[in-house]
């Protein structure tokens, strides 16, 4: 079955749209596109019963009609959750936002096998301690790194290379300064242990490892980017265009390892979630260090010309 309607559902300045549009036209998929983070005033909103239609750029989207296609919905992220651009004050905000979010929720409740992202994964994306204690209930061949959140930090071996990274998925701490993941010192841990955190921190033992994989599952299909740079950077997020890095996809990962991904996506429920998986060195065996249900891949394309775009409208025709 070929991929033939899609309504795509994003920020209009989301980095991803022009990929996802482009490959629609080539492909000859009719996208009808709901824009969001526009001026109120571009959005008519009513009902019918119980039901909510939006009305933007000339179109209407009901999407609860029986003849709603596949929806790709890229949720905002966390630093721009206002649905509208001009809105008059704190409330008014989040009666928009809780207006487009029944209307997102009551359709993917109502044809859950054709949203791709589903609404809410936005808010399950910061829930890490979840995640990684569902995954480590679930995957047979993954390892887990050594993972502990909270104010005290007391159980980690000093001996080991270990890193902290943000527990939140909107890493800004200020104006242009950012939490990346970053590797601490044994003077740093001790004192972790010893005087705690007045924020909760997520502590993690770092993989000594070359090669990371980037897996996105899609409808229980694994699409893997492989990630090999020269210099291993302690978060392959920090790679720039300029570094010596061989970035590809690729058709197989280590073994087990597809099989354990799709398994925690069913039982978490989501079509769709990233995954990094770090293959440590010494023995060759793969550890999942990240989850993410909303993971973005535009950078991939932007920096390393890979683009998964294709490959995801590949996998995206629902189960109806």
Not at 142 to 168: C, E, F, Q, W
Not at 230 to 239: G, K, S, V
Request: charged share 25%.
């Amino acid at each position: 079955m070929t991929l033939k309607k899609l309504v795509l559902i994003s920020r209009w300045d989301d980095p991803h749209n022009s990929s996802i549009l482009g490959i629609a036209r080539r492909r000859n998929i009719h996208v009808r596109h709901l824009r969001l983070g526009l001026a109120s005033s571009d959005y008519v909103i009513d009902s019918h019963g119980f039901g909510l239609q939006v009305h933007c750029d000339g179109i209407t989207f009901d999407l609860q009609s029986s003849d709603t296609p596949d929806v790709l919905f890229l949720p905002l992220v966390v630093k721009r959750r206002n649905i509208v651009e001009d809105v008059s004050s704190s409330f008014s905000a989040r009666e928009w936002n809780a207006v487009f979010d029944s209307m997102f929720m009551q359709s993917w409740a109502r044809w859950p096998n054709r949203w791709l992202i589903k609404p809410g994964a936005d808010v399950m994306q910061n829930q890490k301690l979840f995640l990684m204690h569902r995954a480590v209930g679930i995957a047979t061949t993954l390892a887990i790194p050594d993972t502990n959140i909270g104010t005290k930090i007391d159980s980690m071996h000093l001996d080991r290379r270990t890193v902290a990274k943000a527990i939140n998925s909107w890493q800004e701490i200020s104006s242009g300064r950012y939490f990346n993941t970053t590797e601490l010192s044994e003077q740093q841990m001790a004192e972790l242990s010893d005087k705690g955190l007045q924020t909760p921190g997520m502590v993690q033992e770092f993989i000594e490892h070359r090669v990371e994989f980037r897996v996105y599952v899609v409808r229980g299909v694994c699409i893997a980017v492989r990630i090999e740079p020269e210099i291993p950077p302690i978060d392959f997020r920090l790679l720039k265009p300029a570094d010596s890095t061989s970035v590809h996809i690729v058709d197989r990962l280590p073994s087990g390892v597809d099989s354990d991904l799709v398994a925690i996506c069913a039982a978490l429920r989501l079509d769709f979630c990233c995954f990094d998986v770090s293959v440590e060195n010494e023995s060759g065996h793969p550890y999942l260090t990240d989850i993410n249900p909303t993971g973005s891949w535009h950078y991939l394309n932007r920096d390393f010309g890979v683009d998964v775009t294709e490959l995801i409208l590949d996998n995206m025709e629902n189960n109806d």
